[in-house]
């Protein structure tokens, strides 16, 4: 079973929950740590909550999934509830994901999430599906990522924050050193792609109640990896490299990409709940068929 | 069966009463009794509902007005289109010498299952209850095909007046049941976890609760206690699996994740 160091947390297995999947409750989370998962992410939460998009907000289609779930979530008072709760029963880290609507919000948000100390902030700038409401995603602009990074890490103490990123914008490396510059403790790359499309050709419409959504699943793999790979030669700080990891192959090419965590999604559907445990073996078989005995001996390989 | 959006016409409606009805399409797929299918209503929502029949050609969907969502199922005539996927979650098994508890609503995914138990000469006892006697949907399928049937109407307008839950015990025991299979209001369940359990009367119950992707991933639905997922473990959920839930009778978590 290869372990994995990051940050100062020490994780039985190098994959984690990625924000959006299973990550409402506690029970849920407990769960997906007893499958195998070395850490857990939230679902992103802001401070009074949302109702989301109407349905269908999640839709398989042959190479991935669309999704414009748009930022669901009970509000920042009833998570912290919920990590409370996963911390009482488990001892795996707990990363809890936040998006503001406003700069200030995410401030507020930290400085209300701080209490449940959860084992990192995940900064979520990136959310391809509430532009209508929201406008351009901060992680569009330096600037903005910026300013958000710092004021996270002013109200986030001790607690290390990570900035999730999409591959858009001026370039994920670039962004990424923006993110390490001011502050950043770490980047997730990368967060749903897109926004894409689906029409129903029967009743001529598209399919999403919000017509577009992130583009995530297998189809979006390579985007990931080369986005982590394009990171891993820009910044010092770790990488969880998210995307389109299905495989225990996907997740070794993240690694050999640069990521020191990977985050499984999608992967939930194509292999169930068992994908963490997937992984995990096959992570350990390729290590051991190479000679290998820790990750931090691949990581970063193919950049050599 | 299959995962991604696809619309079909209505083939044809049937009206139980005021508020209710049956909607036919073409059997795009096989279920099993309990399963569900999301129904998509072009600009406006998409909902989980149990199957209610099937036959050789066609697949039938039995709702309830209720609110916005049914309440609009309710406007759709015949040649109109609605998405619809799945099967999606995991079934009753198949028992002898069962009864069939069926409230409300509810009854529809009962529909299915006695079906199935009439097509595999399994012998079942049907309880069923409603409001009014018009929303006891199916009753006629139900005594077709069950060596007894029970009914109950709040307003006493059909079989006998009250619930489902007061003569349970001795139908139980004069009808030498083995086995309880429930769908209806989760309040009704806690009463019949209660009933059951001391003595020992294995059985399976199907739950609801607000979902957004039906494929287990998004969390909505996950059991607290548990750590189930309604739309993948469930939503046919047996004494066992009900065990830790501890989330049984509360108000269900809405679209943001809060319990209200």
Known sequence: ??????????????????SGILGLTAASMKRVIEAGAGAVTTK??????????????????????????????????????????????????????????????????????????PDLIE???????????????????PQDTARVTEIVKKYAGNIPVSVKLGPHGPGVGRMAKVC????????????????????????????????????????????????????????????????????????????????TLIGIGSGVY???????????????????????????EIRGLAHE | MSDLMKTYPILRIKEHGPGVKSFYFERMMDALPGQFVN???????????????????????????????????????????????????????????????????????LRLLAQRLAAENRRFVALLGAATAHELIFADDFKRWASGCFFTTDDGSYGQKGVVTQNLLSIIESEGIRFVYAAGPEIMFVKLKEL?????????????????????????????????RVCVEGPVFDREALKDVTELGLPHRDASGRRK
Request: one cysteine or more; aromatic letters at 8%; a negative charge.
């Open chain 1, 270 to 296: 194509y292999q169930g709940i068992e994908i963490f445990r997937k992984i995990d073996r096959g992570i350990e078989a390729y290590l051991e068929r190479y000679g290998f005995s820790t990750l931090d």
């Open chain 2, 196 to 228: 059951f359990d001391p003595l020992d009367i294995p059985y399976e119950f199907t739950l609801e609760r607000y979902m957004k992707c039906g494929i287990g991933i998004c969390g909505q639905c996950v059991l607290d206690g548990s750590g189930a």
């Open chain 1, 44 to 117: 992103s939460f802001n401070t009074e909550g949302r109702k989301g998009h109407p349905n269908p907000s999640i839709l398989p289609f042959r190479h991935g999934l669309l999704n414009a779930v748009g930022l669901s979530n009970p509000g920042v008072d009833e998570v912290v509830k919920e990590i409370r709760l996963f911390k009482k029963e488990c001892q795996a880290p707990l990363f809890a994901s936040i998006f503001g609507r406003t700069i200030e919000e995410y401030g507020e948000v930290t400085q209300k999430l701080v209490e449940a100390q």
């Open chain 2, 39 to 109: 129904v998509w209503l072009p600009g406006l929502d998409e909902k989980p509902f149990s199957v209610s029949a099937l036959g050789d050609d066609w697949l039938e969907i039995s709702i309830k007005a209720y609110g916005p969502f049914s309440n609009a199922m309710m406007r759709l005539q015949p040649g109109d289109r609605v998405g619809i996927r799945g099967p999606f979650g995991h079934g009753f098994s198949l028992h002898d010498d069962a009864l069939l508890v069926g409230g409300g609503i509810g009854i529809a995914p």
């Open chain 1, 180 to 259: 390490e510059e001011h502050g950043a403790d770490a980047v997730t790359l990368i967060n749903t792609v897109g926004p894409g499309m689906l029409i129903d050709i029967d009743v001529r419409k598209p399919i999403l109640s919000n017509k577009t959504g992130g583009v995530s699943g297998p189809a979006i793999l390579p985007i990931a990896v080369k986005s982590v790979y394009e990171a891993y030669e820009q910044v010092r700080i770790p990488i969880i490299g998210t995307g389109g990891v299905t495989t225990a192959e996907d997740a070794i090419q993240m690694i050999l990409a640069g990521a």
């Open chain 1, 123 to 141: 900064v979520n700038v990136s959310c391809p599906n509430v532009r209508s409401e929201f406008g351009t995603p901060f992680g569009d602009s």
């Open chain 1, 1 to 18: 079973m290869p372990n994995a160091t990051f940050l100062h947390m020490e994780l039985a297995q190098p994959t984690v929950l990625a």
